[in-house]
């Protein structure tokens, strides 16, 4: 790891000017940043330690019902916390299926937000990658493509996003707020990360000296609560990052959807919420068919890249899962044992 | 260079670091607490884990900086002075939960943690997932398992600890 210059700033005013100079990186709890350092992908010159800024620590239930959980919030105490854990269940699903426990105490909402991709090119300094050095090329593009991104890909860059707590947030609607030297902004969790287009090396709207202050759910979005999973689907049964993995929601009134939500994680460089699929669910009776009409309309543009249309057909399979978990009901004790995608389906046959 | 001071099992150290000292470098050659193991030294293995402030971290994911002014607690610091063990040490023992032992040390850590954020008892599918950023290339798990789920009895007051 290169030596570095170490600043604990005290208000949120000096937090931004340290982040702002060349060289300089937020720390929160380390766990990504940290190992990048270690293999020499990141070498940031100046570290600004957010984590003993006052007012980013506390889980906010607003006054019409959402909530407002501060940058700071540890992933295992937002999952733990039983209120939160309550209104949204598929959001706690979702942080208790990433990553492991000791992790989870250590890592923060805004670091998952900003966690970088798991492209093993990018973490291989020996090859070259677009997003670690703009313009060198992609050597995933001719290599082991196998996890590689089958939406929103780019001829630049065809890694994922590799979070599991944004895909929920992206579905129900969460804002980011922001703060920066010009004051502070909001954008939607939807709009956050950048697809990579011709500039994988930018991944969020951040820019430079920009920390994320909070992330929000709106009350609308505990409205799901009673039907809300999220299931992940990985390499192997338990700590890994998703191959594919699906947040679905209803609203379910007399038999019927009222409203629908899906987002997918691992099939892009960001949480992709899958509008067109929602549609599909309106107004219409929760069933098997429906499910899989659903999931085929949300992965109606995807485009395998070399010989990973697996995936697609997973992801497919995955949010008709999803949904059929999620009309069957969120489960009795919260936060639950994360889905297991090897589960016989409540009212159908397995696979 | 930055001074940090922390207190590691009870007692107060100020020590002068790097400032990409990590945790775990700190303990091992600072303090010649080697009892806490480096696995993977890319947070993966979970060989490195303490008890920062009372919750598991990977202290080779830590920098030795983040720990300024907190309370830290390694494997040499669980068993009372007298030699008695800790009851999760004891369920180890008792349960055959070790063969090499390298991984222990973390093992009986994150164990602790686990056990100590669940007051309702944990069923093995609960145990096995609390323990996933544990690996273990000797026991197979199962014997963990075993001890961990005695543990809990012990730790809650449910049951005696084993002799
Ligand atoms: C072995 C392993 C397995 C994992 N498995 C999973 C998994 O299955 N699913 C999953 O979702 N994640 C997984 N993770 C990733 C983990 O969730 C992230 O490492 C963690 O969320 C990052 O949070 P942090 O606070 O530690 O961030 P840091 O490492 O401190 O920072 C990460 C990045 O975020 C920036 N940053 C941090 N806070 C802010 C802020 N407030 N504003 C602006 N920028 C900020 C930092 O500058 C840095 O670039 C895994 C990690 C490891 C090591
Ligand atoms: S896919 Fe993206 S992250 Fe991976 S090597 Fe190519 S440019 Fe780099
Ligand atoms: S040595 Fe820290 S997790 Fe392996
Ligand atoms: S006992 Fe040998 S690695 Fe676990």
Same mark, same amino acid.
């Given at each position: 790891m290169n030596l570095f210059e170490y600043v604990r700033p005290a208000s949120l005013a000096e937090a931004i000017a340290a982040g702002a100079a060349p060289g300089a990186a937020f720390l929160a709890g380390g766990t990504n940043l940290l190992d990048l350092m270690k293999g020499g992908i990141a070498r940031p010159s100046r570290l600004v330690d957010l984590t003993r800024l006052p007012g980013l620590g506390a889980i906010e239930r607003g006054p019409e019902g959402g909530v407002r959980i501060g940058a700071l919030v540890r992933n295992a105490d937002l999952a733990h916390d039983p209120d939160f854990a309550q209104r949204f269940p598929a959001v706690a699903e979702a942080l208790l299926s990433g990553a492991s426990a000791q992790l989870r105490n250590a890592a923060t909402v805004g670091g998952n937000l900003m966690q970088r991709t798991r492209c093993a090119y990018f973490y291989d300094p020996a090859s070259a990658c677009n997003k670690r050095d703009a313009g060198a090329g992609c050597a995933a593009r001719g290599g082991? &493509? &196998?996890? +590689? +991104?089958?939406?929103? +890909?780019?001829e630049q860059c065809i890694a994922t996003h590799a979070s599991d707590f944004c895909v929920p947030l992206a579905a129900l609607d969460a804002v980011v707020e922001i703060a920066g030297a010009a004051g502070t902004r909001e954008v939607a969790l939807e709009d956050f990360h950048l697809l990579p287009g011709a500039t994988p090396e930018r991944e969020s709207v951040l820019a430079p000296g920009e920390l994320i202050l909070a992330v929000r759910l709106p009350a609308a979005a505990a409205a799901f609560a009673r039907h809300a999973r999220y299931l992940k689907l990985r390499e192997r049964t338990s700590y890994a990052f998703a191959v594919v993995s699906a947040a679905a929601a209803l609203r379910i009134e007399a038999g019927a959807i009222v409203e629908g939500r899906i987002a997918l994680g691992g099939v892009a460089a960001k949480p992709w919420r899958a509008r067109g699929a929602e549609a599909v669910l309106s107004g219409q009776k929760p069933e098997r068919a429906l499910f899989r009409r659903a999931a085929e309309a949300a992965l109606a543009e995807a485009r395998p890249v070399g010989d990973n249309g697996f995936k697609i057909e997973l992801a497919r399979r995955i949010v008709a899962r999803a949904l059929a978990l999620a009309a069957a009901g969120t489960p009795a004790r919260l936060p639950a044992l994360p889905a297991s995608p090897f589960a016989p389906v409540p009212g159908g046959p397995h696979g | 260079m930055p001074q940090v001071s922390l207190t590691v099992n009870g007692k107060r150290h100020t020590v002068e670091v790097e400032t990409r000292t990590l945790l775990v470098e700190l303990l091992r050659e600072k303090l010649g607490l080697t009892g806490t193991h480096v696995g993977c030294d890319t947070s993966q293995c979970g060989a490195c884990v303490v008890h920062v402030d009372g919750t598991s971290v990977k202290s080779c994911t830590f920098l030795a900086v983040q720990a300024d002014g907190a309370s830290v607690t390694t494997i040499e610091g669980l068993a009372a002075a007298d030699g008695t063990l800790h009851p999760m040490q004891a369920a180890f023992r008792e349960h055959h939960a070790l063969q090499c032992g390298f991984c222990t040390p973390g093992m009986v850590m994150s164990a602790i943690d686990l056990v100590n954020s669940h007051k309702e008892r944990m069923s093995e599918a609960e145990i096995r997932h609390g323990l996933e950023g544990n690996l273990c290339?000797?026991?197979?798990?199962h014997n963990i398992v075993k001890a961990v789920a005695a543990a809990q009895e012990v730790m809650h007051g449910r049951a005696q600890a084993a002799e």
């Open positions: 082991e &493509r &196998r996890l +590689a +991104a089958v939406l929103g +890909a780019s | 290339r000797c026991t197979g798990y």
